[in-house]
């Protein structure tokens, strides 16, 4: 059995990690699309109609998707690696939600532009990008990475399409 050069075994890790972020690259393009595919063809009414008391009707749930795009992964990451970045990209989401009476086709096409940039930046990330942390932590869990982020994103994405699944299943 041979042992690996130090520089080789280096250099191995660095393919693993770049082989990571294509793959989540891949898995944001995905479900960018899969989001687009489950409020197709969807009237308003359906998209408006609440699940329950407590929860979130599907339009509701494509507003936090948006938001999460744009003031969330689609900003954060930039700010963290000191490109340009919105005003408030250091400011938490709200998780109170007024988008019942928005127009669910123009939110779902300010998702597609904000995903196709994030797709962009995410695509842009080089392997030791990954370890940037930032002081910017809103959940008061443990400090977060861009690699943490960006393993989370398509994460989020698929756990809100299920919820709205879910919703909409129940109408």
Known sequence: ?????PAAHAR???????????????????????????YQGRTDVELSRHQGTDGWCAKQILGHLVEAEGDVFGALIPGMLGRTAPANWDTPPSMVRADCDDDAM?????????????????????VEDLEITSDRNWHKGPTETIGDLLRHWPEHTREHLSQVRAVLESS
């Open 12 to 38: 191995y890790c660095v393919d693993v990690m770049q082989a990571d972020i294509d793959r989540l690259v891949s898995e944001l393009e995905q479900s960018g699309r899969d989001v687009q595919r489950a």
């Open 106 to 126: 123009a939110m779902l096409s300010r998702f597609a532009v904000l995903r196709a940039i994030g797709v962009m930046t995410a695509r842009s990330l080089r």
């Open 1 to 5: 059995m041979s042992i690996e050069p």
